[in-house]
């Protein structure tokens, strides 16, 4: 391990967790290990997480015991992990009509994370975490990183989404994060040819080991590199891919223009890492020390078999704070069979389908990433002071943009000027932008759950 490297691991990681009072490289250490063990003990102790989380929120969180009454449940029902079937299912209503029931009464609300989530969804969402589920999350995703042969303590950059509205205290604390763990961001709300042309020549500069973004933006880069011919002066040990479905023509993309492996994970905002692809690029696996997963048939919430399509439904175990059980992701999968040669046995998934997130092309080139929106909303406020329930995004000509919007209350006149405003400025001045506020937003004739539309040729 180099010496930068080394004490980037050693002191920064500890002191960043005893500052924040987070145990991110505790859970590392244990994960690193954990990785290694047989499926039987991997399975007793998801088994004990869970029926911890039960006891937790029948005696704390008062939205649960209201359910588990209404199904005649106690806690001490649930044995194993599949007596979790007796518990209703928790959908994105569900979290959005209960939010305070669902914060654990145990639990200070001051030392919970606000999140929102539904940049892939079109379906806004606050949830709240707590810093157990945090360092647990991130600890699972570095160790996912780690299978993609990245070391923490190298370099590394994301193409990322950045803060569309932040003070001025989160922006540098953000940026003294990334300094201090080596990490480079870069923007990818709105990408034009010379907005990627600048940052790889920021990208030779910084000459990051590992790269890792939402998988559209990164295909972007890579596409660009190929198809000019850039003389690459770093080299990635791989390339980490989420948030959508990493298609087949994208990877070979990016593989040819990094020289490198690419590898995909899935994980939905409300619950973080739920599937790393490893070495052996098999399928992803479950972090179960962290997650139970199940595929359950669309129609009658049945448990599909495996390698059959199902909706996810995720029970996080670790968060304490506001549990989720059972939760409907609204994304569909399929556990599968084989065993991985890379010895580790943890269970696989196959790949996400859904959550494809398009694009909007903008008449001066850019290309705008339909991610943007749901920022857009949560830096504004929106979410929870007016209650959004759905939006869609229409580009119904190059320079005409609708934005449709569902929600419990209609913003006053000011604010939606703000808001206007502030897409104006991404989506440029030649753009006419619109909000409009409807009862329903219908599913598309294909029934594709996608909320961005494009009615122009791209
Ligand atoms: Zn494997």
Request: proline residues 3%; contains cysteine.
């Amino acid at each position: 391990m180099r010496f930068q490297q080394s004490v980037i691991r050693n002191v920064v990681y500890p002191l960043l967790d005893f500052v924040s009072g987070s145990t991110e490289l505790r859970y590392l250490k244990f994960y690193e290990k954990s990785q290694w063990w047989g499926l039987d003990k991997l399975k007793q102790l998801q088994e004990w997480k869970l029926k911890r989380l039960i006891s937790h929120a029948w005696n704390n969180v008062p939205y649960y015991r209201r359910v588990f009454k209404a199904v005649n449940m106690r806690p001490e029902d649930v044995r194993h992990v599949e007596d979790l079937e007796k518990i209703p299912i928790l959908t994105h209503e569900n979290v959005r009509h209960n939010l305070a029931g669902l914060v654990s009464a145990s639990t200070s609300k001051s030392s919970l994370f606000r999140f929102q989530t539904g940049g892939t969804t079109g379906h806004p969402l606050i949830l709240f975490k707590d810093k157990n589920e945090t360092s647990s999350s991130m600890a699972s995703l570095y160790r996912g990183w780690e299978w993609c042969g990245y070391e923490i303590g190298e370099k590394m950059a994301q193409i990322w989404g950045v803060p569309i509205v932040a003070s001025r205290y989160k922006l540098l604390k953000e940026r003294l994060r990334r300094v201090a763990t080596r990490d480079t961001l870069i923007g990818s709300w709105n990408l034009s040819d010379d907005k990627i042309e600048q940052a790889v020549k920021r990208l030779n500069k910084e000459k990051p080991t590992f790269l890792r973004g939402y998988a559209s933006p990164v295909y972007l880069f890579g596409r660009f590199i190929e198809k000019n011919g850039i003389n690459l002066k770093f080299h990635l040990k791989g390339i980490s891919t989420t948030a959508e479905p990493l298609f087949d023509f994208q990877r070979q993309t990016l593989e040819r223009a990094f020289n490198c492996e690419v590898f995909d994970q899935y994980g939905c905002g409300e619950i973080n890492s739920i599937g790393f692809e490893c070495e052996e690029h098999t399928g992803l696996h479950v972090p179960i020390e962290r997650v139970h997963v199940e595929f359950l048939d669309e129609k009658d919430n049945t448990p599909v078999s495996k390698g059959k399509t199902g909706r996810i439904v995720v029970t996080s175990l670790d968060n304490y704070g506001m549990p989720l059980i059972r939760y409907d992701t609204d994304d569909l999968g399929a556990s599968l069979n084989d065993c991985c040669p890379c010895n580790r046995k943890l269970p696989l998934m196959d790949a996400v389908v859904g959550r494809v997130i398009d694009m909007i092309r903008l008449p001066n080139g850019d290309i705008l990433f339909g991610g943007f929106f749901v920022i857009a909303l949560e830096d504004m406020n929106w979410i929870e002071k007016y209650g959004i329930i759905q939006f869609q995004v229409v580009q119904q000509a190059l320079n005409r943009i609708v934005m449709r919007i569902q929600s419990l209350r209609t913003p006053n006149a000011r604010d939606l000027e703000s808001f206007r405003d502030l897409v104006q400025k991404y989506v440029g001045e030649s753009v006419a932008f619109d909000v409009e506020f409807i009862d329903e937003i219908s599913v598309s004739a294909s029934g594709k759950r996608r909320y961005i539309i494009s009615e122009i040729d791209n």
